[in-house]
């Protein structure tokens, strides 16, 4: 139950396509990210999966059966808006009925279902609170009671935390952990925020200029980019080209050895990222090179690191770096992602 | 309208530097309001309880509001002036709902239809009525039409409409002013939340009759209602329309109010002005409901 | 997005809006514009000028005597209600105090209460003063509702209106005087038209509390056309209906261009 395909999937807005052929399947009972820049059009898919926005191509199935024709008031899909979108001339448990009215559910059952939400979404004894009378966090809480309240196949999430404040979201971070995990709905949730889909998801997968770039749990997606995009979009900052040569990578930062199979006579680029390169004092092992400018951020700072042939920016504990300084880059060759060259 | 202008969110009003500063800008308007629409009130206040001391007269009393109930012919013009008031605003105010979800559903984006919508609100009610007068007199254009295509011989078979018992040419006057008028406000009302809301309700298994019940309805009803009361406020005290298309008995109520404040009879002037004031109450309450009517539907509606 | 099947209903919609609008008009503009017309013909029989010759060249016409004194009544009962209401408007749209709420309901209800009633109570008074049958006195018995219409209008103005442009200018070196000149007028003066125009008509469109203030001597275009049509003289009637609905027609036009087809909020 709430097995989402998505086949070959194209959907436009305006002229623009948002998304192109993209293929996409979650398990039942996943909660799924789907991670991409700001108004790249996450929203539209979400709403073509909704039933509010058609595709332009491609098929959309649940459990097996396509939803294509089905207009949203008959799919087994609930989409929980950016906004709370509360009915203003309802109170919280009216509102949390909702769609158990529109399905005509018989009022008892609809009394102890919305008892149930209540207690699960820790919104017990504001049932019949006015909505203008509740805080954010409560209005965002009341509106994915009304969405869970109908036990739908999948949940669609809108960017659910981007209206909050650093406290709340992390707050509604674990409510909607928790809520996922005790009701095993399947989600899909979008958003434009890494930390968020790193932190909530089983699986992710990121959407850049309407292609899926990789999709995987979010230890892969960080770690293990297959692509350039992919790496520059979670943080990644040092790239630098390579060539094979027997088992080894060579590479302006040194050599390499390298895993068998890797791909051989395409261009290749490695990539490392910034907290994994060592910075040390003294010019013994290591690439020499000269920091030629600090950020301190807090817990971490940022070196920007100068060497002969090699620009590298490192994030280090270390304190008392400072401009001019001679130190010695180490690249940790487990640490170090390679990929084929894109364009 | 009468909705008090809030600030946007980046702009944050200041505090007054001192009461003068806010006195000398605000003095001359509230003055010459005060003194002109206070006086006014005041004084029609005093002459319709009695007061008027050119004629010996110095004591207040009710007598002239007595006077004025005890007559039959005063309910008769009440009750006509209510019946002609409600019926024309019940009526605009189902069109406008019709209207309103039609353009909102067909032409949301037209600015032409919008811009053509608005030339009823500029133009006078009188130029409306003389244009009706011209329509639906007994010898007007649709009675020369009817009979050019043979449905009537003659004016006198051309049903009456002008000048009439049942005031059919005053509410047409009426209807045509103030349905763009209800409509526009039901539009912007749709604009704010109708869309999102409309989304929401989908998702959560609403049918399309189902939403317009439980959905679009409710948000719409306090700005309707709002709108409908400034519109029966405003058609219960109008002059200019039931003078020119009206009946000469009985009297819609501002007419007959000033029929007795210019007649001859020096009695009957109190009668007029106390008649006046009954109708300023009337208005009066009406407009507080409007408000409070619209209060709620900022409350609603407004944000989502 | 303009799904391609809603043409058809668009253009019905479009096209049932646009002949409601305008069919008033068409008897309007059919007897101002003919020189015979009988029972039972739908359309003149003869079409001609005569109407308008007798607006304009007739010399005992008191046509357009009337269109400037309806023009001087509205126009100075604009040019009074902006004067006093920009000031007002500026200090309830700008500073927060207490008794704003009161101050609104206070000016709500001269426009709502019908300026019958308060032109009748005001009757006498204005007599005693002298202001009865001048031009002064319609002028301000209009002002008791074009005034806070006004204010009302400016109010809205200047909560848009961002102070802080004033207090960069004076950082830059503007005085008071010239920060007033060069930065508030002109950021404002869209609202400020518009403000004066709508009461300029709602003065434009006034009958009773004319002819009561007026006594008659001060004879503006309504009270024509009220007298034209109990006299019968139809295409007279049915010309200065449209001279009189004309100003109405061009400050929707004007006031659109100024404020780009932003609802206009109406005036009866």
Redesign the interface.
């Known amino acids: 139950m709430g097995v989402l395909e998505l086949i070959d999937l194209t959907v436009t807005h305006?002229a623009t396509a948002v998304v192109e052929n993209l293929d996409l399947a979650v398990d039942e009972g996943e909660l799924f990210a789907l991670l991409g820049p700001s108004g790249a059009g996450k929203t539209t898919l979400l709403?073509a999966v909704?039933?509010?926005h058609a595709p332009a191509a491609g098929e959309i199935r649940l459990d097996g059966s396509p939803l294509t024709d089905l207009?949203?008031?008959?799919r087994n899909?609930?989409?929980v808006?950016q906004?709370p979108?509360l009915?203003?001339?309802?109170n919280v448990a009216q509102n949390i009925a909702?769609?158990l009215?529109?399905?005509n559910l018989d009022s008892r059952e609809q009394q102890r279902r919305i008892a149930e939400i209540l207690e699960l979404t820790q919104l017990e004894g504001l049932g019949r609170r006015r909505i203008?009378a509740l805080s954010g966090g409560q209005q965002q809480r009341v509106s994915l009671a009304?969405?869970l309240v109908?036990q739908p196949a999948l949940l669609l999430l809108d960017e659910p935390l981007s209206n909050l404040d650093a406290n709340l979201r992390q707050q509604m971070r674990e409510l909607i952990q928790d809520l996922q995990a005790a009701t095993g709905i399947t989600t899909l949730f979008v958003t434009h925020d890494q930390s968020e889909a790193l932190m909530i998801a089983h699986r992710m997968g990121l959407l850049l200029e309407g292609r899926l770039r990789q999709v995987g749990p979010p230890r892969e997606l960080f770690f293990e980019p297959v692509d350039r995009a992919v790496a520059r979009f979670f943080g990644g900052r040092n790239f630098f080209s390579g060539y094979l040569e027997d088992g080894h990578l060579v590479t302006p930062a040194g050599r390499f050895r390298v895993p068998a199979g890797t791909a051989n006579g395409r261009p290749l680029t490695a990539t490392i990222r910034p907290e994994d390169i060592e910075v040390r004092a003294s010019a013994n092992g290591g690439l020499p090179g000269t920091i030629w400018r600090t950020s301190f951020e807090g817990s971490l700072t940022r070196l920007w690191v100068s060497c002969e042939d090699l620009e590298l920016v490192a994030l280090t504990p270390q304190r008392g770096c400072r401009r001019g300084q001679q130190v010695a880059v180490i690249l940790p060759p487990e640490k170090l992602r390679i990929f084929p060259t894109d364009e | 309208m009468l909705k008090i202008p809030d600030s946007p969110q980046h702009i944050r009003t200041r505090p007054i530097r001192s009461t003068r500063q806010i006195a000398g800008l605000l003095g001359p308007a509230v003055v010459c309001v005060g003194l002109l629409f206070g006086g006014g009130v005041l004084l029609a206040l005093l002459q319709g309880l009695g007061y008027l001391p050119g004629a010996g007269m110095a004591d207040l009393s009710l007598v002239h509001f007595q006077r004025i109930f005890s007559d039959p012919d005063f309910m008769r013009s009440l009750g006509l002036t209510f019946y002609v008031a409600g019926v024309s605003t019940i009526l605009a105010a189902a069109a406008s709902v019709v209207l309103a979800l039609g353009l909102n559903a067909l032409a949301a984006r037209s600015r032409w239809i919008h811009f053509i919508f608005q030339i009823p609100l500029t133009v006078p009610h009188l130029v409306i009525a003389v244009a009706v007068m011209f329509m639906l007199a007994p010898a007007g254009l649709f009675s020369r039409a009817a009979q050019t295509i043979g449905l009537i011989a003659g004016p006198q078979q051309f049903p009456l409409m002008v000048n009439d018992a049942y005031g059919i040419g005053i509410m047409a006057t009426y209807i045509w002013k103030e349905v763009p008028f209800i409509t526009l406000m039901v539009l912007a009302v749709l604009h704010n939340s109708g869309r999102?809301?409309l989304?929401?309700?989908?998702?959560?298994?609403?049918?399309p009759w189902?939403r317009f019940r439980?959905?679009t309805l409710?948000?719409i009803l306090p700005g309707l209602a709002a709108a409908s009361l400034i519109v029966f406020a405003y058609t219960f005290g109008a002059f200019e329309v039931p003078y020119l298309l009206g009946r000469t008995h009985p009297l819609l109520l501002p007419v007959r109010a000033y029929k007795k404040y210019s007649d001859v009879d020096l009695m009957a002037r109190p009668e007029g002005i106390a008649t006046g004031l009954i109708i300023a109450l009337v208005v009066v309450l009406s407009a507080l409901l409007a408000q409070a009517a619209a209060r709620a539907a900022r409350?609603?509606?407004g944000r989502? | 997005?303009k799904a391609p099947g809603r043409t058809y209903p668009r253009r019905l919609l479009a096209g049932g809006v646009l002949l409601s609008v305008a069919l008033p008009f068409v008897p309007l503009v059919l007897w101002a514009f003919s020189s015979r017309w009988f029972y039972p013909q739908p359309w003149p029989q003869a079409w001609g000028l005569r109407a308008w010759e007798y607006i304009f060249n007739t010399a005992g016409s008191q046509i357009i005597p009337g269109l400037m004194q309806s023009v001087w009544v509205a126009g100075l009962s604009a040019l009074l209600a902006v004067a006093l209401g920009l000031p007002a408007g500026r200090a309830l749209g700008l500073y927060h105090f207490r008794g704003k709420q009161a101050l609104a309901v206070l000016l709500t209800l001269p426009v709502v209460v019908p300026p019958l009633c308060v032109a009748m109570g005001l009757h006498l008074w204005f007599i005693r003063l002298g202001l009865t049958e001048t031009l002064a006195g319609v002028v301000l018995i209009h002002s008791i509702f074009c005034l806070p219409y006004a204010v009302f209008v400016l109010w809205g103005v200047f909560a848009n209106y961002d102070p802080d442009f004033e207090d960069q200018a004076r950082s830059l070196g503007a005085g008071p005087w010239r920060t007033w000149y060069c930065i508030t007028l002109p950021m404002v003066l869209p609202g400020v038209v518009v403000a004066g125009l709508f009461a300029f008509l709602l003065s434009w469109s006034q009958y009773l509390s004319t002819l009561i203030i007026g006594g008659g001597r001060v004879v503006t275009l309504p009270i024509l056309l009220f007298a034209l049509m109990g006299s019968g003289d139809r295409p007279v009637a049915a010309a200065v209906s449209l001279v009189f609905v004309l100003p109405a027609l061009l400050i929707l036009l004007i006031s659109a261009r100024c404020l780009g087809l932003r609802t206009a909020t109406g005036v009866p």
């Open positions: 305006g709403k909704a039933g509010l207009p949203p008031e008959k899909v609930v989409m808006f906004k979108l009915f203003p001339f309802l909702f769609g009215r529109m399905q203008d009304r969405a109908l | 999102e809301f989304e929401v309700g989908r998702t959560l298994k609403a049918g189902q439980h959905i409710p948000t409350r609603r509606g989502p | 997005m």
